[in-house]
């Protein structure tokens, strides 16, 4: 088993994750619990179990291959714990493992974040597509009045 480490020259920073090589182990990590459905799933199973299919119909917009894929990367992680019952059909129930608890705590508090700011994102949201349509304005003006010229330049030289 490789032991973990830290990714190499980020002694700098407070934080020592800040390392953007794709074999950065934190990275790697992190990648897998910023993903959409990861934080979907994590949320939904604070403090209770799962089934599989009640994950699913909980999860607007995930496919049963994505959640599948998810949930192993999250097991194989230590973040969710997988019981299987030896009955027909095969019951399988899913529960965050003390590690997924901890992490939960954190994703909270992104949550909670994303929440108390969500106005102000809408606002910066509204203000940058404003900004981006007046700009996309301007540039079809020019653009128009640029072909214009080209057109006149092009009927011009097929004059005799």
């Known amino acids: 088993m490789k032991s973990p480490t830290f990714c190499a020259d980020t002694e700098d920073y407070p934080a020592r994750q800040w390392d953007t090589r794709a074999d950065c182990e934190v990275r790697q990590v992190l990648d897998r ?3 959409k459905w990861s934080l979907f799933v994590l949320a939904l199973l604070d403090r209770r179990t799962m089934r599989f299919t009640e994950l699913r ?20 992680d230590g973040l969710v714990g997988r019981t299987v019952y030896p009955i ?3 019951r399988v129930e899913y529960q965050l493992t003390p590690l997924g608890v901890s992490l939960h705590d954190t994703i909270q508090s992104l949550v909670t974040w994303t929440e108390e700011h969500q ?4 606002a910066a949201r509204a203000a940058y597509d404003a900004r981006a349509a007046a700009g996309q304005a301007a540039f079809d003006g020019r653009a128009a009045a640029g ?6 330049r092009a009927a011009a030289d097929r004059t005799p």
């Open 119 to 122: 106005d102000e994102i809408a």
């Open 33 to 35: 619990i910023a993903d």
């Open 147 to 152: 072909q214009a010229a080209f057109d006149g």
């Open 88 to 90: 027909v059909p095969p």
């Open 57 to 76: 119909r909980r999860i607007d917009g995930v496919s049963t291959r994505m959640l599948t894929v998810t949930l192993r990367q999250l097991e194989r």
